[in-house]
């Protein structure tokens, strides 16, 4: 399986404990872990190493440093957060479909359903988080992004990548162009591009399962199909988003999943130790 992150140095250790989180609960595949970055992360040694111990393969790949220097970044986004976008051009063109994720996500149950998915000629498929926004929000979307088609605004945390599909219809010009002409408007910079051009594209799945926001679990228990009850989620959701801002490794942040997340954190780093004592 292949796995893809685009990261700068803040995000190494919440990556690894994503990573440690997918190996837990699938102990069988091998994986292979692609990290997008702008210049060599200065852990690279690490991160390889971390990889070999837990049966991954880590190749890091790195990404025009010019490339993305005029696109729009807001306070706690940088440019890495575009290199998902034309992550076809850079990685292995053997590849043909890689898993996307953030590095806020934590993996609860095996993730062969999603990765294993039919995509037919869709070049994504990804979750909105729609149910967790009102109407208005949504018809915005649509103006702001100028596409009146847009039924779903699809959060890119957790995204498979049809590589094949991408390397045929999405152009970095198309792409550039769309940032220079919406720039103003762009509030989830990459999340904007990909859903204001390639919206029709992409392969709905349900957020519940596999893009679970962990700020939301009220309204997933009222408004969900079969309700997600704590219960339900641990047997269930594959990946848990922590959205926003505030992160579980964050001292300050309150949220009732934090301490699951704290949980595989702390293991993790207890296997670390033992490494190193």
């Known amino acids: 399986m292949n796995i893809l992150f685009s990261i700068d140095e803040r995000f190494v250790e919440p990556m690894l404990t994503t990573l440690?989180?997918?190996?837990?609960?699938n102990p069988q595949?091998?994986?292979?872990?692609f990290v997008l970055q702008k210049q060599p992360l200065a852990q690279n040694q690490r991160i390889s190493q971390w990889c070999e111990a837990y049966q991954m393969t880590y190749h890091p790949i790195l990404i025009d440093a010019e490339a993305f220097?005029?696109?729009?970044?807001l306070k706690?986004?940088?440019?890495?957060i575009y290199y998902r976008l034309l992550a076809h051009d850079y990685l292995p063109?053997?590849?043909e479909r890689v898993l996307y994720l953030d590095a806020d996500i934590l993996c609860i149950n095996a993730l062969d359903s999603l990765y294993d998915l039919e995509m037919g000629a869709?070049?994504?498929?990804?979750?909105?988080?729609g149910r967790l926004i009102n109407e208005t929000r949504e018809k915005f979307n649509r103006l702001r992004l100028q596409n009146p088609q847009l039924e779903e605004y699809?959060?890119?945390?957790v995204l498979l990548i049809n590589l094949e599909a991408c390397r045929q219809n999405v152009s970095d010009k198309v792409i550039f162009d769309y940032i220079e002409a919406n720039r103003r408007l762009l509030l989830l910079p990459d999340q904007d591009v990909l859903n204001g051009l390639y919206g029709a594209h992409i392969h709905l799945i349900p957020d519940e399962i596999y893009n679970y926001d962990v700020r939301y679990p009220k309204v997933y228990e009222l408004f969900s199909e079969h309700p997600m009850t704590a219960q339900?989620?641990?047997?269930?959701?594959?990946?848990?988003?922590?959205?926003?801002?505030?992160k579980p490794w964050d001292a300050k942040t309150n949220n009732d999943f934090n301490l699951l997340y704290l949980h595989y954190q702390a293991k993790r780093e207890q296997q670390q130790k033992l490494w190193v004592d």
């Open 93 to 95: 063109h053997h590849l």
């Open 76 to 80: 706690h986004w940088n440019e890495t």
């Open 154 to 157: 699809i959060n890119t945390g």
């Open 29 to 33: 595949p091998h994986f292979d872990i």
């Open 20 to 25: 440690y989180s997918i190996r837990i609960n």
């Open 69 to 73: 220097q005029h696109a729009p970044v």
């Open 122 to 129: 869709n070049y994504y498929a990804g979750a909105s988080h």
């Open 232 to 246: 339900r989620v641990m047997q269930e959701t594959v990946f848990l988003h922590y959205c926003g801002k505030d």
